[in-house]
């Protein structure tokens, strides 16, 4: 049933199997329709008996168990308009009412039961019109539940993930707390019995409620969701994430206490400061130089290359920008430079500043999105126009200085840097973040190798493969044997990320607009990714073989190369010992890096 699927989807190997099935039977039963209009009643029937009987059993062990699994009788009143839960209803109604009238047109052609409701060729067309119906539904299942990009998949109502005591009646207090960092928010609660707490996930990575004595155990939920259990018997409970903590109370994990319901433990309990959440920000990237100016060329004879606009990173990716420029005549009295940021296809503009050459012609001006938004996915264009010193018209003046990214190659770049039809984030990106969590694992192996944990550093080992891997990886899966599936990542995989990331950047250097700057670059992100496909293959050699260790003294080899080379793996080596690290010697932060060096907007003059 999880074993992965054959149309390259997110679907799994069995519902893969059905919906090939499903467009055999169809196609069958447009055969039988044919042959019974010509006459040939034998062959109708030689086609629709076992199609119609065969079809009944993928309902019965296929489709049936998926719906009840996925909740969609209960989830729907909840969630009428959304698509995932809305079109598998009306594919499962559509279905059964197909279904059953086959099964009368079938029985009562083979004369098993009496023909005396009307007339059975109307049956047979209703049966026909029924099961085109359902099929077409069925499709759009498929699309909706496995191919829709993520973005765009229902959430999970907070109701499906909630624990109810069935018994417990009345209305039960409630105390809030959070996933966020990677950690609980509070450490510790303190609660009166009777208590409901729900749990906030604030963080982008999945996280589960597991209660070490094995009495509650929640499935993964995401950033927006919640999970909720009631207390109602004193004690002290030890809760953990297994996907990031340990039951001995490393890493995630948390303790509430639960005092009897009475006057003064309510006080207690109340007396417990709340905890204020704040969203965790991204890990923010240091800011990069721009490329070589001896890169850039001008596109006519007559101007000059001044210098670079060249994206960054600082609270969000691609949020910031860096005006970098050379060689610049002060302005006319009365007079003032403004720096833009442009659209070629929107022609909208965003104001950088008013800027001012030093005594040397330079100007360099860093500008960060107040909203996070990444400017690289947004603007593909620079103006420097010049304006009135005290100008109260908003139109920009003429520009004096511009620079425009080649349209081609932009295309590609972005999709390493800002978004990607086909993967849960960015290639660069979602590399980065993956591995930043990858590294989050190491840690949690190397600690349940001092503590002498096996059985956690087996499955921590388990989560790195599965972040390497990705979910069509052909390591992917329960390898510890315990807890079933846990990935802590997106499904992608951080080896598919870099393999696409490296393989995007080539097509860009190969665009027909590519520039020398965008050419050169791209030879880093591949040298770079080089380094980091080898480095992921020895962190997941060494996670397999602790995945099959029988015991923590046979794993400290393993260990050490997790530990060592997860680091290489993101931030690469100064091997030369020069201070820097050299795209030969980097990893995906490089690589990330060089790639957003391509995006470098060369700003020209005239001469």
Request: aromatic letters at 8%; glycine letters at 8%; charged letters at 15%.
């Amino acid at each position: 049933m999880t074993q992965s699927g054959f149309l390259g989807t997110d679907a799994s190997f069995i519902t893969d199997f059905t919906l090939l099935a499903e467009i055999i039977f169809f196609i069958a039963i447009c055969v039988g329709v044919v042959a019974q209009r010509r006459g040939r009643y034998k062959l109708h029937d030689w086609i629709q008996t076992p199609v119609v009987l065969l079809n009944l059993l993928l309902i019965i062990f296929v489709m049936v168990s998926s719906f009840l699994g996925q909740r969609v009788i209960s989830t729907l009143p909840q969630r009428p308009g959304d698509a995932y839960y809305l079109v598998v209803a009306l594919h499962g109604a559509l279905g059964l009412i197909a279904e059953v009238l086959a099964i009368y047109a079938l029985l009562a052609g083979h004369k098993i039961l009496p023909r005396k409701i009307g007339r059975l060729r109307y049956w047979m067309w209703a049966t026909f019109g029924f099961w085109t119906a359902a099929f077409i539904a069925g499709v759009a299942t498929y699309y909706v539940w496995y191919m829709r990009p993520p973005a765009a998949v229902a959430v999970a109502p907070i109701a499906e993930i909630t624990e109810v005591d069935e018994g417990d009646t009345a209305v039960a207090p409630t105390a809030q707390a959070f996933l966020q960092g990677f950690a609980f928010a509070p450490t510790e609660l303190t609660i009166t019995a009777g208590t409901e707490v729900v749990w906030v996930n604030q963080d982008g990575a999945p996280h589960n409620i597991t209660f070490v004595d094995g009495s509650v155990a929640s499935d993964n939920f995401f950033q927006g969701e919640s999970f909720a259990t009631t207390f109602n018997e004193p004690g002290v409970y030890q809760i953990y994430c297994t996907l990031h903590g340990s039951p001995d109370g490393g890493g995630m994990a948390t303790t509430i206490t639960v005092l009897e319901d009475n006057v003064e433990n309510a006080a207690i309990a109340a007396a417990v400061p709340t905890p204020n959440p704040v969203p965790p920000t991204p890990t923010p990237a240091p800011t990069v130089p721009p490329p070589p100016v001896e890169l850039l060329q001008p596109t006519a004879p007559e101007q000059v290359v001044v210098g670079l606009v060249s994206f960054f990173d600082t609270a969000a990716p691609g949020d910031s920008v860096a005006v970098l420029l050379s060689g610049i005549a002060a302005p006319a009295a009365g007079s003032r430079f403004d720096a833009w940021l442009t659209d070629s296809q929107t022609h909208i503009r965003l104001l950088l500043g008013t800027v001012q050459p030093d005594a040397n012609g330079r100007i360099a001006l860093q500008y960060s999105d107040a909203d996070g938004r990444n400017l690289l996915g947004l603007y593909d264009g620079f103006q420097m126009t010049l304006e009135p010193q005290f100008d109260d018209d908003p139109t920009p003046g003429t520009a004096v200085y511009s620079g425009q990214q080649a349209p081609a190659a932009l295309t590609l770049i972005r999709t390493i840097t800002v978004v990607s039809g086909d993967a849960p984030a960015a290639y660069g990106l979602g590399a980065r973040l993956q591995t930043e969590e990858l590294l989050r694992h190491a840690e949690f192996v190397q600690t349940a190798y001092d503590l002498l944990s096996i059985a956690d550093a087996k499955r921590h080992a388990e989560h790195i493969v599965n972040l390497l891997q990705g979910t069509q990886g052909a390591q992917f899966g329960d390898l510890d044997g315990a807890h079933g599936v846990q990935n802590p990542g997106d499904g992608f995989g951080i080896i598919p990320y870099v393999a696409q990331m490296q393989a995007t950047a080539v097509q860009a250097a190969a665009a027909p607009d590519a520039t020398d700057a965008i050419r050169i670059h791209s030879s880093h992100v591949v040298m770079a990714a080089d380094n980091a496909l080898a480095w992921a293959a020895q962190i997941e050699e060494a996670a397999l073989q602790i995945t099959s260790a029988a015991s923590v003294g046979d794993i400290g080899p393993q260990v050490d190369i997790i530990t060592q080379v997860s680091q290489l793996l993101l931030n690469g080596a100064d091997a030369n010992g020069d201070g820097e690290v050299a795209p030969n010697e980097g990893g995906i932060f490089t690589a990330y890096q060089h790639t957003q060096y391509m995006a470098a907007i060369p700003v020209v003059g005239e001469r």
